[in-house]
């Protein structure tokens, strides 16, 4: 059959070259159709189409939906995820991307320009030749991040999401200062005055148990409130130093339990009210106060009135 002209279409028009209504013409022994025949046959043939096409969508979208359940429960997606990653790079270079960017998110006490220093990612470096990996190790190494995730946005951007540290202490050692967090990991050196209120730890070793320590102490808060430096002794046990010049000695084992029974005797009994140079808590159950100079004298002075007195009331009853 030869390809339909728009006469054989639309009502009204005509090819010159078709024959007069209700003439039929054979060619090659197949008569040839009329007008209405043909518009008959146009309007069956796009009606089947039509079903094809709605046949056809709703078999691809059945296949793709098992496709993907299959693939779900196969772990193929899983699998592609992964390799995402690691197929970037390649594309990327193929295509010619460079960086054109570094968004950086999180930072409160770093600059972000600090951040992208420490990245070593440059201005026009090719997108695909940077390692995310690498990248975040850099910007981990920075005191005041404690975790880094870097990811790339294409086509030119490299994305930075920092978390920072919360300072929690400065740390002393050989008269040099240093900022650390609740874990005991340094931070920094540097603009140490704007933390001025923070506590003190001192000595080898005391980063390392600070975290420990500070558990301990968070156990009585209204007590930790009054402790401005701890000293970590021999790095077995610690010394702490509160803010009415009163040492109170810990012991290596339990601490725990003699920061409790310190509490318990502060509430009762006021101790770091008194004159009192340190009080020791190395020794069990059993804690031992030592009294300033002058209070030491002025209880010496009472004791020794309280003796003469007692004499003299013997004395009085012997006569």
């Known amino acids: 059959m030869s390809p339909l002209n728009p006469g054989r279409i639309m009502p009204g028009t005509r090819d010159k070259a078709m024959p007069k209504r209700g003439e039929k013409v054979k060619r090659g022994g197949r008569p040839q159709m009329t007008d209405r025949e043909a518009q008959a046959a146009s309007f069956i043939h796009r009606r089947r189409m039509q079903r094809i096409r709605r046949i056809g ?22 699998a592609i995820a992964e390799a995402a990653p690691t197929m970037v790079p390649s594309i990327s270079d193929l295509s010619g991307l460079t960086v054109n960017q570094i968004d950086v998110s999180g930072t409160k006490s770093l ?10 990612v440059e201005d026009g470096q090719k997108i695909g030749d940077i390692d995310l990996d690498v990248v975040r190790e850099r910007v981990e190494s920075v005191g005041w991040v404690r975790t880094a995730r870097v990811s790339r946005i294409l086509p030119g951007t490299i994305q930075i999401a920092v978390s920072e540290r919360t300072p929690y202490a400065f740390w002393q050692q050989n008269r040099k200062l240093r900022l650390i967090d609740r874990d005991g990991v340094e931070i920094t050196k540097k603009d140490l005055v704007h ?7 001192v000595g080898e070793g005391a980063p390392t148990h ?12 209204a ?21 009415n010049g009163s040492i109170v000695r810990l012991p290596e084992n339990d601490a725990e339990a003699a920061w409790h029974r310190l509490a318990e005797i502060e509430k009762t009994a ?7 140079v340190a009080v020791d808590m190395r020794l069990g159950d059993r804690t031992t106060v030592l009294l300033t100079p002058e209070a030491a004298q002025a209880k010496r002075d009472e004791e020794a009135a309280a003796a003469k007195a007692a004499k003299a009331l013997k004395d009085n009853g012997k006569g």
């Open 210 to 221: 600070a975290k420990s320590l500070f558990d301990v102490m968070d156990s009585e808060p």
């Open 223 to 243: 007590l930790a409130a009054r402790v401005k430096a701890a000293v970590r002794v021999g790095d077995r046990r610690w010394d702490l130093h509160f803010d």
């Open 195 to 201: 933390f001025a209120k923070l506590p003190l730890v």
């Open 57 to 78: 969508a709703i078999v691809g979208g059945t296949i793709l939906a098992v496709g993907s359940l299959w693939m779900w429960t196969a772990g193929t997606f899983t």
């Open 111 to 120: 600059e972000p320009e600090e951040i992208i220093i420490a990245s070593g």
């Open 270 to 276: 006021g101790i770091l009210e008194r004159d009192i």
